[in-house]
C-alpha cells in the first residue's frame, strides 16, 4: 500500500521484543539471534528481514498507485494519502480506550479477553502468563490474554431465552441479557455466588494449563442455587481465567494500576460487568461511550494523530479526542472483592476436575 516494509510499534512488539528506551527492537536479543543463526550459515541478519519499527506520529509513506489500485481496481481512490503506522487491535484498543498512559489500562472483552496495563518498570522476570507488547508510543506493556470469555455465557443465556419462548414469553436479547445480568448483581446474592462453580472454557487455555476445553457447571449439594448466584458464578468465571495473568502483574511483580477501561459488549448492560470486574481486579473500571468503536476507530484515531505529532500522544488524547467523552466509573466493593477472591480460590482449586472432564468426554465429532 505504501511500499515500504514498517510496522507500528505495538504491532512490532508482538514479533519480536521491544527496547522502550530505544523504540527499536532489542539488539541484545536480535544479537542473539544473529549468533544462532550463523551457525547455521543463513546469508541474512534478522534485522534485515523484519519490518522497519515506527512510533505512533511517525512517516508511514504515502498511498502508492499500486496501492489504490489494489483497494479499488475502478480508479476511484487516488494515490497520494498519508499513512499511519499500521497497528494491531491490541495497540488500536489503548488508543480507542485512552489507555496510553502509564498506570493505566483497558479490558477487551468479547469471544476471547484481554487486560493490558502499560507499566511503569520492566518486569523482573520471565513469566509465561503475562506477554510483554508496547503502546503505538512505545512504552512497555503487560498483557494477560484468556482464549475464553463469551461463548459458555451466551449459551446459558441463549438457553434462558428459548425457556422463554417455550412458555410464550419471548423477549429480545437486550432484555434477555439485561435481565439475566441485574440478577448476578441483586440484594438477595451471596458475593462468593454461595458456593456454585463453572469453567467457562470451550477451547483450551494456556493461563489454566489447559490443552483442550470442556464447559463445566458443578456445585455441592449445600451450595445456595438461585438465579442470582448462578448468573454471578457465570460472570465470576467469565472474568477468572484472565485475572489469572493480572494477579500476576499486580500480586507477583507489584505492578500499579490508577484505573482500567472496560470494552466490548458485555458492559452495554449497565453497572453489572463494570462491578464484577471492579471486584476482580480490585481497580477501578471505566466505560466511554467511544469505547464500543472499537480498533478501527483507534487506527483512525491514529491516522488523526499525524497532524497533532507535536505532543505526546497521551496528551493528544486527554486534550483533542477524549475531552468530552461520557463515562461512567465503578470503584471496587470491599464485599465483591472478598467474594471473588473467595471464588477465584475455589475456581483455582478445582481445575482437576476440569482436566478429569477432558480425559472422560471426547469431543463430539460431525
Known amino acids: 500500500l505504501c511500499g515500504k516494509n514498517c510496522l507500528g510499534i505495538g504491532e512490532a512488539s508482538g514479533m519480536f521484543p521491544i527496547d522502550s528506551d530505544a523504540l527499536d527492537y532489542d539488539q541484545h536479543?536480535?544479537?542473539?539471534?544473529?549468533?544462532?543463526?550463523?551457525?547455521?550459515?543463513?546469508?541474512?541478519?534478522?534485522?534485515e528481514i523484519l519490518p522497519c519499527v515506527l512510533c505512533a506520529g511517525e512517516d508511514a509513506g504515502v498511498m502508492t498507485a499500486e496501492g489504490a489500485k489494489l483497494l479499488d481496481p475502478t480508479g476511484t481512490l487516488q494515490p497520494g494519502a498519508l499513512m499511519a503506522?499500521?497497528?494491531?487491535?491490541a495497540g488500536t484498543g489503548m488508543v480507542a480506550t485512552n489507555s496510553v498512559r502509564v498506570r493505566t489500562g483497558n479490558v477487551s472483552?468479547?469471544?476471547?479477553?484481554?487486560?493490558?496495563?502499560?507499566?511503569?518498570?520492566?518486569l523482573t522476570r520471565l513469566h509465561p502468563e503475562v506477554d510483554l507488547v508496547t503502546t503505538p508510543a512505545g512504552d512497555l506493556a503487560g498483557m494477560s490474554h484468556a482464549n475464553n470469555f463469551t461463548s459458555d455465557l451466551n449459551a446459558w443465556v441463549g438457553l434462558f431465552g428459548q425457556f422463554?419462548?417455550?412458555?410464550?414469553?419471548?423477549?429480545?436479547?437486550?432484555?434477555?441479557?439485561?435481565?439475566?445480568?441485574?440478577?448476578?448483581?441483586?440484594?438477595?446474592?451471596?458475593?462468593?455466588?454461595?458456593?456454585?462453580?463453572?469453567?467457562?472454557?470451550?477451547?483450551?487455555?494456556?493461563?489454566?494449563?489447559?490443552?483442550?476445553?470442556?464447559?463445566?457447571?458443578?456445585?455441592?449439594?449445600?451450595?445456595?442455587?438461585?438465579?442470582?448466584?448462578?448468573?454471578?458464578?457465570?460472570?465470576f468465571s467469565a472474568f477468572s481465567p484472565v485475572k489469572i495473568g493480572m494477579d500476576v502483574m499486580t500480586k507477583d511483580e507489584g505492578v500499579a494500576v490508577d484505573s482500567l477501561v472496560g470494552h466490548g459488549g458485555?458492559?452495554?448492560?449497565?453497572?453489572?460487568?463494570?462491578?464484577?470486574?471492579?471486584?476482580?481486579?480490585d481497580t477501578p473500571i471505566k466505560v466511554m461511550a467511544t469505547a464500543a468503536e472499537g480498533g478501527a476507530w483507534g487506527m483512525a484515531v491514529l491516522a488523526d494523530y499525524l497532524?497533532?505529532?507535536?505532543?505526546?500522544?497521551?496528551?493528544?488524547?486527554?486534550?483533542?479526542?477524549?475531552?468530552?467523552?461520557a463515562s461512567t466509573t465503578e470503584a471496587p466493593d470491599a464485599n465483591d472483592v472478598a467474594g471473588f477472591e473467595a471464588f477465584f480460590d475455589r475456581f483455582r482449586k478445582g481445575l482437576p476436575i476440569e482436566h478429569a472432564a477432558i480425559e472422560s468426554i471426547p469431543l463430539e465429532t460431525k
Open 109 to 122: 472483552a468479547g469471544t476471547s479477553i484481554f487486560a493490558m496495563v502499560v507499566l511503569e518498570h520492566k
Open 266 to 281: 458485555i458492559f452495554t448492560t449497565p453497572k453489572v460487568a463494570q462491578k464484577i470486574l471492579a471486584a476482580a481486579f
Open 29 to 47: 536479543m536480535l544479537d542473539k539471534v544473529d549468533a544462532l543463526a550463523k551457525t547455521y550459515h543463513m546469508p541474512w541478519t534478522l534485522r
Open 307 to 325: 497532524w497533532h505529532a507535536d505532543q505526546p500522544l497521551a496528551d493528544y488524547l486527554d486534550a483533542r479526542v477524549f475531552a468530552d467523552a
Open 164 to 235: 422463554a419462548a417455550a412458555i410464550g414469553q419471548p423477549v429480545d436479547a437486550g432484555t434477555l441479557y439485561g435481565t439475566l445480568f441485574r440478577a448476578a448483581i441483586a440484594d438477595d446474592v451471596d458475593a462468593d455466588c454461595g458456593g456454585l462453580l463453572n469453567y467457562p472454557f470451550r477451547s483450551g487455555e494456556f493461563l489454566a494449563g489447559l490443552p483442550e476445553g470442556r464447559p463445566l457447571f458443578a456445585r455441592s449439594p449445600e451450595a445456595r442455587m438461585s438465579l442470582g448466584n448462578f448468573m454471578r458464578t457465570q460472570l
Open 85 to 89: 503506522p499500521p497497528e494491531g487491535d
